[in-house]
């Protein structure tokens, strides 16, 4: 095998297809997760369309469970799904964790769910922001962007990049993969709003759903 080829194999090996990853359903995914961010000090998170899985209500996760799963004709094990899911929120809570997650406005308006489940989330969302692990930030609606509000990514204690596709997801982990999202991370901060703001655009998405 030559280097090239060597390079092409270690870089497929960082890619995950939702065919192979889902065959069992999203429960064993989600397991990995829970071992994954076990092993993980530091999370940068951005989230441009949906809630962080971190910050996700039973309901909310359930019925992005169930669209990824119709989508996929992946086998529906949608409350073992969930119970996994919600089991690593506990980190949250545990001491020499911290969790920058950031969310555009968008998701916070995506009716990925019925109304009623999008509201208990957003109510939610505002009783966690005041958790010791936790900087929350938005990037409203109305905040100039450098970069395009796009791609979701997680970036663990700076060793491991991880975006998804519609086809699968990918875990990069060469040095400068890793450094260009956390720039863009970093670029995309810049735009966010924290504390109180961040609590108002929440608190503004939430009485939308009500006026509705």
Request: with cysteine; proline share 4%.
């Given at each position: 095998?030559?280097t090239?080829?060597?390079k092409?194999?270690?870089?497929e090996?960082?890619?995950?297809?939702?065919?192979s990853?889902?065959?069992?359903?999203?429960?064993?995914?989600?397991?990995n997760?829970?071992?994954t961010?076990?092993?993980?000090?530091?999370?940068?998170?951005?989230?441009?369309?949906?809630?962080?899985?971190m910050l996700q209500?039973?309901?909310?996760?359930?019925?992005?469970?169930l669209?990824?799963?119709?989508?996929?004709?992946?086998?529906r094990?949608?409350?073992?799904?969930?119970?996994?899911?919600?089991?690593?929120q506990?980190?949250l809570?545990?001491?020499?964790?911290?969790f920058?997650?950031?969310?555009w406005?968008?998701?916070?308006?995506?009716?990925?769910c019925?109304?009623?489940?999008?509201?208990?989330q957003?109510?939610?969302?505002?009783s966690?922001?005041?958790?010791?692990?936790?900087e929350?930030?938005?990037?409203?609606?109305?905040?100039?962007?450098?970069?395009?509000?796009?791609?979701?990514?997680?970036?663990?204690?700076?060793?491991?990049?991880?975006?998804?596709?519609?086809?699968?997801e990918?875990?990069?982990?060469d040095?400068?993969?890793i450094?260009?999202?956390?720039?863009?991370w970093?670029?995309?901060?810049?735009?966010?709003?924290?504390?109180?703001?961040?609590?108002s655009?929440?608190?503004?998405a939430?009485?939308?759903?009500?006026?509705?």
């Amino acid at each position: 095998m030559t280097t090239d080829q060597q390079k092409l194999k270690a870089f497929e090996s960082q890619i995950r297809p939702w065919q192979s990853q889902l065959s069992s359903g999203h429960r064993p995914v989600q397991e990995n997760w829970y071992a994954t961010i076990e092993q993980t000090r530091v999370v940068h998170a951005w989230e441009e369309s949906i809630v962080d899985g971190m910050l996700q209500t039973a309901d909310y996760a359930r019925h992005i469970f169930l669209r990824y799963a119709e989508m996929r004709n992946s086998p529906r094990d949608t409350d073992a799904a969930v119970h996994a899911r919600l089991k690593r929120q506990a980190m949250l809570h545990q001491p020499g964790r911290k969790f920058h997650i950031l969310m555009w406005e968008a998701a916070l308006h995506a009716l990925i769910c019925p109304p009623a489940v999008l509201a208990a989330q957003l109510d939610h969302l505002a009783s966690v922001m005041d958790v010791d692990s936790l900087e929350l930030g938005v990037v409203p609606f109305h905040a100039p962007l450098k970069i395009p509000a796009a791609n979701s990514f997680l970036i663990l204690d700076d060793r491991v990049a991880v975006t998804e596709d519609w086809h699968a997801e990918l875990w990069l982990d060469d040095t400068d993969t890793i450094a260009t999202y956390l720039k863009v991370w970093n670029t995309l901060q810049e735009s966010a709003v924290y504390g109180t703001e961040a609590q108002s655009v929440i608190n503004r998405a939430r009485r939308s759903i009500s006026s509705a």
